[in-house]
Structures are given as structure tokens and as C-alpha cells.
């Protein structure tokens, strides 16, 4: 049997060298390597050698193999650099210059993203600076300061994340009212966009983390009409300039008087429609606001006596959802490219 071997290695061998193009090449593969030949049949037989003969002969049958398989891959690189014809697999590729070109598809800035810049560049055109604060915040900045002490029921109306029992994620921006202030005596002027974060279920209005629009401003004789002049210029530039607003009253510990502000839905004139309800009379919830309470200002050591100002906060999410007719607030973070490239 190791006499067929080394004849059998030579033959192969002479084959391969022989080959003058890749399809005679691969005939003597088949015949020499494949599996019917001569070769894995022999490999299979050993099974029937005694255990001796079988370890013998089996290295040995492996090596010619070895040795056989490189000898064919000398013989078909040296037939491809010799640029012999092998059919369809290495002819000349031809390209096409006339099919269409390849476009590599452009990104863009997130909706929300848009709108904060376009929110900011108002507010600026009015005077108010940006100012940014900590999401990761302390009860105090995010309650106490805000006449909110523990046990108040107001904190029940916002569900909190707590990290630590008094370090928590902030529910509200106006936490940075408050970091602004302790820093820097007034008049301040200033508008703070950010995420907050709130323990609730997710639906079509309600996220647990979402973006709200802060602002304060605070002087000497800082009225309501300021306020109600500020809101509204702000929504005028945002939603157009037929916008109507009016004020209601509202709680919030942290202003007095308090109120929620509403625009005139101008999907349906004010008749009531899906997007604002039927119970809401035709008027869109867009912001809470009021006077700053004379606790907030000892809080942070300004004299109540002295210093006035206002305060507001917005959800982006829903002033964007309003605009735009985006009747879920899950599409802004969901990324799909079908509801983002709309904008
Ligand atoms: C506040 O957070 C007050 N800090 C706002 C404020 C500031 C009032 C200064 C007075 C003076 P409120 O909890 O209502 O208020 O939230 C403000 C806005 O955030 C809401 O009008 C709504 O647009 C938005 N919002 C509240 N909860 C959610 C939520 N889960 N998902 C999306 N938007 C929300």
C-alpha cells in the first residue's frame, strides 16, 4: 500500500505541473484529490489495517495529502499570475459607468434638538441667558428651595427617582433657577432648557424622561404683565403669530399668584377637536408659570422686599407634539428614521 502511495503521490504531482489552463487544473484536482479518488479511498480502507499498519500508513497517506493539496495551490496561483483563461471567475471585471451612482444617506439634527435651538435663539432675541444645571440633583434644589419642604403634598405630584435618600434625578428644570440664584445676585435673566425625569408610565403624552424649558427672570417691579408680555411673544414666534393665550389660575409652591397657561387650539379655531378634546373648550395646555414666591427668593437669600420676578416651565415634548401634530410623545425617542426624516 505504500508503494501505490508514493506512485500515486508522483502521478498527482506530474498532474498538477502538467495542467495548462484552470479548468484542466481542476480536472486533475478531481480526479487526484476529490472524493472518489483513488487517494480518500485508500484513507478510507485504513479502518481495515491492523493498528500498527493503520498509524503507519495513515501519517503517512495524511502527508502525501498535505503535500498534494499545496502543490495544487502552487499550481493555480502560478496558472492565475500567468493570466491563463479560467472562465468567468477571474475575467477582467468590466464596470458599468452609466448605472446610477451609490447615495450614502445624510443624518440630521433631531427634531427636538431643532426646536431647543430654536426655543433658545427666541428667548435670547428677549434678553434671557442660558444657564444649565445638574440632572443627578439634591432635595433641596429640587424641593426645599422651591417651598416644598418634606411631607409637602406636592411632592407627591411628581413620582421621583431617588438614587440616594436625598439625591434623586431632577423632576423639574426649575432646580436651576435656584442653582442660578444662589450664585448670582439679580437681575437675572435666564432661560434653562434640560431633561427631567419622572416615575410614570409611559403613554402618548407621558414619558419618564423628557425635556422641559425653564425661565426666570427677576429685578426690581418685575410685574405679570411682564410675564404675560414675555409668554406672549414667545409663543407667537413658536406656534405663529395669530396665536391667542390666556391664563388660568394654578398651584405651584414655588409661585404666587400661579398660573397654567393655554393657547387657542389652532388645529380646529377653538371648537374642540381630537387634538385638543372635547372637554377643553378649544384651549391647549402649554406652560405653568407665575410670580415667584417670596419663600424661594429667602431661600436663596434675596430679599423679598426688595426683588420681584417671574418664573415658567414647558414640556418641549408637548409644545413640539402641538406644532408639529405628533400625536405620540414616544416617537421622539424611538429612532425611527421613517417618523425622523420628516423633519
Ligand atoms: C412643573 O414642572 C413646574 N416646574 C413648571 C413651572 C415652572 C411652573 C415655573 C411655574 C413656574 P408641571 O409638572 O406641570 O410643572 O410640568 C410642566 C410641563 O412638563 C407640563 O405642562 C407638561 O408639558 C410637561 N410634562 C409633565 N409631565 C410630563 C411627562 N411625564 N411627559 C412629558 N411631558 C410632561
Same mark, same amino acid.
Given at each position: 500500500?505504500?508503494?501505490?502511495?508514493?506512485?500515486? %503521490? $508522483?502521478?498527482?504531482?506530474? @498532474?498538477?505541473?502538467? #495542467?495548462?489552463?484552470?479548468? +484542466?487544473?481542476?480536472? =486533475?484536482?478531481?480526479?487526484?484529490?476529490?472524493?472518489?479518488?483513488?487517494?480518500?479511498?485508500?484513507?478510507?480502507?485504513?479502518?481495515?489495517?491492523?493498528?500498527?499498519?493503520?498509524?503507519?500508513?495513515?501519517?503517512?497517506?495524511?502527508?502525501?495529502?498535505?503535500?498534494?493539496?499545496?502543490?495544487?495551490? %502552487? $499550481?493555480?496561483?502560478?496558472? @492565475?499570475?500567468?493570466? #491563463?483563461?479560467?472562465?468567468? +471567475?477571474?475575467?477582467? =471585471?468590466?464596470?458599468?459607468?452609466?448605472?446610477?451612482?451609490?447615495?450614502?444617506?445624510?443624518?440630521?439634527?433631531?427634531?427636538l434638538?431643532?426646536?431647543l435651538?430654536?426655543?433658545?435663539?427666541?428667548?435670547?432675541?428677549?434678553?434671557?441667558?442660558?444657564?444649565e444645571g445638574p440632572q443627578v440633583e439634591?432635595?433641596?434644589h429640587n424641593f426645599? @428651595?422651591l417651598?416644598?419642604?418634606?411631607?409637602?403634598? +406636592?411632592?407627591?405630584a411628581t413620582d421621583t427617582f431617588?438614587?440616594?435618600?436625598?439625591?434623586l434625578l431632577r423632576t423639574h428644570t426649575s432646580s436651576v433657577q435656584?442653582?442660578?440664584?444662589?450664585?448670582?445676585?439679580?437681575?437675572?435673566?435666564?432661560?434653562c432648557p434640560g431633561r427631567v425625569y419622572r416615575n410614570e408610565?409611559?403613554?402618548?403624552?407621558h414619558h419618564f424622561e423628557f425635556h422641559q424649558l425653564e425661565?426666570?427672570?427677576?429685578?426690581?417691579?418685575?410685574?405679570?404683565?411682564?410675564?404675560?408680555?414675555?409668554?406672549?411673544?414667545?409663543?407667537?414666534?413658536?406656534?405663529?403669530?395669530?396665536?391667542?393665550?390666556?391664563?388660568?389660575?394654578?398651584?405651584?409652591?414655588?409661585?404666587?399668584?400661579?398660573?397654567?397657561?393655554?393657547?387657542?387650539?389652532?388645529?380646529?379655531?377653538?371648537?374642540?377637536?381630537?387634538?385638543?378634546?372635547?372637554?377643553?373648550?378649544?384651549?391647549?395646555?402649554?406652560l405653568g408659570?407665575?410670580?415667584?414666591?417670596?419663600?424661594?427668593?429667602?431661600?436663596?437669600?434675596?430679599?423679598?422686599?426688595?426683588?420681584?420676578?417671574?418664573?415658567?416651565g414647558a414640556g418641549i415634548e408637548r409644545?413640539?407634539?402641538?406644532?408639529?401634530?405628533?400625536?405620540?410623545l414616544?416617537?421622539?425617542?424611538?429612532?425611527?428614521?421613517?417618523?425622523?426624516?420628516?423633519?
Open positions: 500500500m505504500t508503494e501505490r502511495l508514493d506512485a500515486l %503521490e $508522483a502521478e498527482a504531482a506530474r @498532474a498538477f505541473e502538467a #495542467a495548462k489552463d484552470q479548468g +484542466a487544473l481542476e480536472e =486533475a484536482r478531481v480526479r487526484w484529490l476529490g472524493r472518489k479518488s483513488e487517494l480518500t479511498g485508500l484513507l478510507r480502507g485504513l479502518k481495515d489495517l491492523s493498528p500498527e499498519q493503520r498509524a503507519a500508513v495513515g501519517a503517512r497517506a495524511n502527508r502525501i495529502r498535505e503535500n498534494l493539496e499545496s502543490r495544487y495551490e %502552487e $499550481a493555480r496561483s502560478s496558472l @492565475a499570475s500567468a493570466g #491563463a483563461p479560467s472562465g468567468s +471567475a477571474s475575467a477582467p =471585471a468590466l464596470r458599468d459607468v452609466t448605472l446610477p451612482g451609490r447615495s450614502i444617506p445624510r443624518g440630521h439634527e433631531h427634531l434638538s431643532q426646536v435651538r430654536e426655543v433658545r435663539e427666541i428667548f435670547h432675541g428677549m434678553g434671557f441667558a442660558l444657564a439634591d432635595d433641596w426645599g @428651595a417651598n416644598i419642604p418634606k411631607g409637602h403634598p +406636592a411632592r407627591a431617588y438614587l440616594r435618600p436625598d439625591i435656584i442653582r442660578v440664584m444662589e450664585k448670582q445676585q439679580p437681575p437675572v435673566r435666564i432661560i408610565a409611559v403613554d402618548a403624552t425661565g426666570l427672570y427677576v429685578d426690581e417691579n418685575v410685574t405679570l404683565g411682564d410675564l404675560k408680555g414675555t409668554l406672549d411673544r414667545f409663543l407667537k414666534s413658536f406656534f405663529g403669530p395669530a396665536t391667542e393665550m390666556r391664563f388660568s389660575p394654578s398651584y405651584f409652591p414655588f409661585v404666587e399668584p400661579g398660573a397654567q397657561v393655554e393657547i387657542r387650539c389652532f388645529f380646529c379655531g377653538g371648537k374642540g377637536c381630537p387634538v385638543c378634546g372635547p372637554l377643553s373648550g378649544g384651549w391647549l395646555e402649554v408659570a407665575g410670580m415667584v414666591h417670596p419663600n424661594v427668593f429667602r431661600a436663596v437669600s434675596y430679599d423679598p422686599e426688595r426683588w420681584t420676578g417671574f418664573a415658567f409644545l413640539v407634539m402641538l406644532r408639529h401634530g405628533v400625536p405620540d414616544r416617537l421622539f425617542y424611538e429612532n425611527d428614521v421613517r417618523f425622523l426624516h420628516q423633519f
